[in-house]
């Protein structure tokens, strides 16, 4: 069975620095998708960034990237020069190549002291 | 198009009574997925439809649940005679194809009294 895990419940980061959220996953298969979600306090879920398991290549979108270690199972999320916006629960999560199930992680409370 | 949408926001029933949930997804996405979330957990996947067709269901959920979305459009969840371990935010997703973002809905919040 699929299982995500993010080890760290909680993160704080300071205005303007780096910080990493940290991701599992077990999976057997070869082929799926991994994303980080974010969920701003009383606010839907969106989407931060996805990556395909096929491309070797890390996914990135303006301050956020990963880290896919495909061999570990490992996804993490990187997020430069952070901002106070950037305060939110993140959840990282793992589907199946053909879309038809999600799974989320328990997700990280990330705060941004300014 | 101004995204999910999810209606009630908020429900408050007693244990035991029938409760309807509604979402309407992105009107191009074929693609639509109902979680549940408790508090301090990730969503938990319930069961995802691509058009009408209801294609996975998830062992969490309970023959008191049931999902149907008749026309690919719009999507109902039921849940009958409710328990208190019912209580959770319910989320809908749509999407409009595999690995495609999933847009959520602001969600249902079910209290169970």
């Known amino acids: 069975a699929q299982t995500v895990t993010q080890s760290q419940p909680e993160m704080s980061v300071q205005e303007a620095e780096t910080v990493t959220l940290s991701c599992t996953y077990d999976?057997?298969?070869?082929?799926?998708?991994l994303f980080w979600y974010k969920q701003p306090p009383s606010r839907q879920m969106i989407l931060v960034i996805r990556?395909?398991?096929?491309?070797?290549q890390n996914a990135t979108e303006n301050r956020f990237s990963v880290n896919f270690q495909k061999a570990a199972k490992s996804f993490s999320l990187k997020i430069s020069d952070s901002q106070l916006g950037d305060a939110a629960m993140y959840f990282c999560?793992?589907?199946?190549?053909?879309?038809?199930?999600?799974?989320f992680g328990t997700g990280t409370s990330l705060t941004v002291i300014p | 198009d101004t995204g999910v949408s999810q209606n009630p926001r908020h429900k408050i029933t007693k244990r035991g009574q029938n409760v309807t949930f509604r979402c309407d997804p992105i009107?191009?996405?074929?693609?639509l997925y109902w979680y549940r979330q408790t508090l301090g957990q990730g969503p938990e996947f319930l069961t995802y439809?691509?058009?009408?067709?209801?294609?996975?269901k998830s062992r969490l959920l309970s023959d008191r649940f049931s999902a149907e979305r008749p026309k690919g459009s719009f999507s109902t969840l039921e849940i009958q005679r409710t328990e208190q371990g019912d209580s959770a935010m319910y989320l809908c997703?749509?999407?409009?194809?595999?690995?495609?973002?999933?847009?959520f809905g602001p969600g249902t919040r079910l209290t169970v009294t």
């Open positions: 997703a749509s999407s409009e194809g595999t690995g495609a973002e999933q847009y």
């Open positions: 999976t057997s298969e070869s082929d799926y998708y």
């Open positions: 990556q395909e398991a096929y491309k070797q």
């Open positions: 999560a793992y589907s199946k190549w053909t879309g038809n199930q999600f799974y």
């Open positions: 009107s191009e996405h074929n693609r």
């Open positions: 439809f691509q058009n009408e067709a209801q294609l996975e």
